[in-house]
Protein backbone atom coordinates (compact mmCIF):
# COMPACT_ATOMS: atom_id res chain seq x y z
CA UNK A 1 0.00 0.00 0.00
CA UNK A 2 2.46 2.63 1.07
CA UNK A 3 5.22 1.65 -1.35
CA UNK A 4 2.62 2.04 -4.13
CA UNK A 5 0.66 5.60 -2.88
CA UNK A 6 2.94 7.54 -1.16
CA UNK A 7 5.40 8.04 -3.98
CA UNK A 8 2.78 9.14 -5.96
CA UNK A 9 1.62 11.73 -3.59
CA UNK A 10 5.50 12.83 -3.44
CA UNK A 11 5.15 13.34 -6.99
CA UNK A 12 2.35 15.44 -6.89
CA UNK A 13 3.00 17.72 -3.95
CA UNK A 14 6.81 17.97 -4.54
CA UNK A 15 6.53 19.11 -8.08
CA UNK A 16 5.30 22.98 -6.83
CA UNK A 17 4.22 24.84 -4.26
CA UNK A 18 0.57 24.58 -5.28
CA UNK A 19 0.47 21.28 -4.89
CA UNK A 20 2.40 20.85 -1.44
CA UNK A 21 -0.58 24.02 -0.82
CA UNK A 22 -3.34 20.97 -1.33
CA UNK A 23 -1.36 18.53 0.49
CA UNK A 24 -1.00 20.43 3.99
CA UNK A 25 -4.86 21.80 3.21
CA UNK A 26 -5.83 17.95 3.10
CA UNK A 27 -3.64 17.44 6.33
CA UNK A 28 -5.84 19.93 7.91
CA UNK A 29 -9.39 18.59 6.82
CA UNK A 30 -8.33 15.35 8.82
CA UNK A 31 -7.57 17.31 11.74
CA UNK A 32 -10.29 15.54 14.30
CA UNK A 33 -12.41 14.15 10.99
CA UNK A 34 -12.75 11.09 9.77
CA UNK A 35 -11.02 9.95 6.56
CA UNK A 36 -14.28 10.41 4.36
CA UNK A 37 -15.32 13.57 5.75
CA UNK A 38 -11.81 15.28 5.18
CA UNK A 39 -12.05 13.35 1.21
CA UNK A 40 -15.54 14.87 1.00
CA UNK A 41 -14.42 18.37 2.26
CA UNK A 42 -11.49 18.24 -0.41
CA UNK A 43 -13.19 19.90 -3.02
CA UNK A 44 -13.93 23.11 -0.99
CA UNK A 45 -10.57 23.62 0.22
CA UNK A 46 -10.05 26.65 -2.39
CA UNK A 47 -13.10 28.08 -1.17
CA UNK A 48 -14.08 27.26 2.49
CA UNK A 49 -16.26 27.98 4.67
CA UNK A 50 -16.50 27.78 8.52
CA UNK A 51 -18.03 24.43 8.73
CA UNK A 52 -15.29 22.86 6.47
CA UNK A 53 -12.55 25.01 8.36
CA UNK A 54 -14.15 25.15 11.91
CA UNK A 55 -11.68 26.90 14.83
CA UNK A 56 -8.24 27.21 14.40
CA UNK A 57 -8.11 25.17 11.21
CA UNK A 58 -9.50 28.19 9.39
CA UNK A 59 -6.81 30.31 10.52
CA UNK A 60 -3.71 27.70 9.82
CA UNK A 61 -5.44 27.24 6.20
CA UNK A 62 -5.45 31.35 5.82
CA UNK A 63 -1.80 31.41 7.21
CA UNK A 64 -0.67 28.10 4.41
CA UNK A 65 -1.90 30.21 1.55
CA UNK A 66 0.00 33.56 2.64
CA UNK A 67 3.25 31.61 3.13
CA UNK A 68 3.24 28.37 0.96
CA UNK A 69 5.53 29.16 -1.43
CA UNK A 70 7.84 29.86 2.16
CA UNK A 71 7.16 26.36 3.18
CA UNK A 72 7.80 24.53 -0.12
CA UNK A 73 11.11 26.38 -0.28
CA UNK A 74 12.28 25.55 2.98
CA UNK A 75 11.26 22.18 3.18
CA UNK A 76 12.66 21.19 -0.58
CA UNK A 77 15.93 23.10 1.70
CA UNK A 78 15.83 20.60 4.56
CA UNK A 79 14.72 17.93 2.25
CA UNK A 80 17.86 18.60 0.31
CA UNK A 81 20.56 19.75 2.79
CA UNK A 82 20.81 16.94 5.06
CA UNK A 83 20.72 13.24 5.44
CA UNK A 84 17.22 11.95 5.09
CA UNK A 85 17.10 11.42 9.78
CA UNK A 86 18.31 15.12 10.58
CA UNK A 87 15.70 16.94 7.85
CA UNK A 88 13.30 14.88 9.28
CA UNK A 89 13.82 15.97 12.29
CA UNK A 90 14.23 19.31 10.97
CA UNK A 91 11.48 19.27 8.69
CA UNK A 92 9.16 18.12 12.00
CA UNK A 93 10.24 21.26 13.87
CA UNK A 94 9.77 23.44 11.36
CA UNK A 95 6.03 22.24 10.43
CA UNK A 96 4.84 21.58 13.64
CA UNK A 97 5.85 25.44 14.51
CA UNK A 98 2.99 26.44 11.91
CA UNK A 99 -0.34 27.21 12.95
CA UNK A 100 -2.94 24.34 12.94
CA UNK A 101 0.27 21.83 13.00
CA UNK A 102 1.30 19.86 16.08
CA UNK A 103 3.90 17.09 15.84
CA UNK A 104 1.30 14.49 14.75
CA UNK A 105 -0.14 16.55 11.76
CA UNK A 106 3.37 17.71 10.92
CA UNK A 107 4.22 14.01 10.85
CA UNK A 108 1.77 13.02 8.44
CA UNK A 109 2.39 15.99 5.65
CA UNK A 110 6.14 14.54 5.75
CA UNK A 111 4.42 11.03 5.52
CA UNK A 112 2.58 12.32 2.84
CA UNK A 113 5.04 14.21 1.24
CA UNK A 114 8.40 12.89 1.65
CA UNK A 115 8.20 9.42 3.29
CA UNK A 116 9.24 10.55 6.46
CA UNK A 117 7.55 10.81 10.13
CA UNK A 118 4.60 9.46 10.15
CA UNK A 119 1.11 10.20 11.94
CA UNK A 120 0.82 8.60 15.41
CA UNK A 121 -2.70 10.24 15.85
CA UNK A 122 -5.55 8.95 18.03
CA UNK A 123 -5.78 5.71 16.28
CA UNK A 124 -2.22 4.62 16.46
CA UNK A 125 -2.21 6.03 20.25
CA UNK A 126 -4.97 3.59 21.18
CA UNK A 127 -3.00 0.56 18.64
CA UNK A 128 0.02 0.98 19.87
CA UNK A 129 -0.82 2.12 24.20
CA UNK A 130 1.14 5.42 23.51
CA UNK A 131 0.17 8.47 25.97
CA UNK A 132 -0.74 11.70 23.93
CA UNK A 133 1.79 13.29 26.09
CA UNK A 134 4.29 11.84 24.21
CA UNK A 135 2.93 13.56 21.14
CA UNK A 136 1.76 16.86 21.99
CA UNK A 137 4.61 20.01 22.27
CA UNK A 138 3.74 23.41 23.60
CA UNK A 139 2.52 26.42 20.88
CA UNK A 140 5.20 28.88 22.19
CA UNK A 141 8.84 26.86 22.83
CA UNK A 142 12.06 27.79 22.05
CA UNK A 143 13.32 26.20 18.48
CA UNK A 144 16.16 24.44 20.54
CA UNK A 145 13.10 22.50 22.59
CA UNK A 146 11.04 22.11 19.57
CA UNK A 147 13.63 20.36 17.66
CA UNK A 148 14.40 17.76 20.91
CA UNK A 149 10.23 17.03 21.38
CA UNK A 150 10.97 16.58 16.50
CA UNK A 151 13.70 14.31 17.27
CA UNK A 152 11.91 12.22 20.33
CA UNK A 153 8.74 12.26 18.02
CA UNK A 154 10.70 10.70 15.15
CA UNK A 155 12.18 8.23 17.22
CA UNK A 156 8.77 6.98 18.44
CA UNK A 157 7.58 6.55 15.08
CA UNK A 158 10.68 4.47 14.49
CA UNK A 159 10.08 2.31 17.75
CA UNK A 160 6.55 1.50 16.43
CA UNK A 161 7.82 0.37 13.33
CA UNK A 162 8.32 3.13 11.17
CA UNK A 163 6.57 5.12 8.32
CA UNK A 164 5.58 2.73 6.17
CA UNK A 165 4.23 0.31 8.77
CA UNK A 166 2.35 3.16 10.30
CA UNK A 167 0.44 3.89 6.90
CA UNK A 168 -0.14 0.27 6.22
CA UNK A 169 -1.01 -0.64 10.03
CA UNK A 170 -3.44 2.64 10.10
CA UNK A 171 -5.04 1.79 6.98
CA UNK A 172 -6.03 -1.69 7.90
CA UNK A 173 -7.29 -0.60 11.21
CA UNK A 174 -9.15 1.61 9.84
CA UNK A 175 -10.71 -0.41 6.81
CA UNK A 176 -11.79 -3.05 9.88
CA UNK A 177 -13.18 -0.14 11.91
CA UNK A 178 -15.43 0.76 9.19
CA UNK A 179 -16.03 -2.69 6.79
CA UNK A 180 -19.48 -0.58 6.12
CA UNK A 181 -17.46 2.39 3.88
CA UNK A 182 -13.57 0.57 3.19
CA UNK A 183 -13.25 -2.85 1.81
CA UNK A 184 -9.58 -3.44 2.55
CA UNK A 185 -6.92 -1.19 3.98
CA UNK A 186 -5.45 -1.47 0.07
CA UNK A 187 -8.75 0.38 -0.94
CA UNK A 188 -8.20 3.17 2.53
CA UNK A 189 -4.77 3.76 1.48
CA UNK A 190 -5.89 4.08 -2.56
CA UNK A 191 -8.15 6.90 -1.44
CA UNK A 192 -5.10 8.91 0.08
CA UNK A 193 -4.31 8.93 -3.33
CA UNK A 194 -6.95 9.50 -5.40
CA UNK A 195 -8.41 12.58 -3.15
CA UNK A 196 -4.69 14.51 -3.45
CA UNK A 197 -3.76 13.84 -6.84
Known amino acids: MYKKHQPMIS ?17 LLTIRMPLDRAV ?17 KWDA ?30 MLAYLSSLKGFGL ?9 I ?4 GCIDTHNLRIHGVSINQVRVGKNIKPNSRLKRAIEYNKLVA ?6 F ?22 VSKLHTEVIT
Not at 114 to 117: D, E, T
Open 61 to 90: WHNINKTYKEIYENLETYYEAYDSDTASNH
Open 166 to 187: LWNNWCNYVAQQQPNKYTNGYE
Open 104 to 112: VKAGFALQL
Open 159 to 164: KLGGTE
Open 11 to 27: SYARANASNMKQVLGFV
Open 40 to 56: ADIDSLPYPDKSTLWGF
Open 114 to 117: YGLS
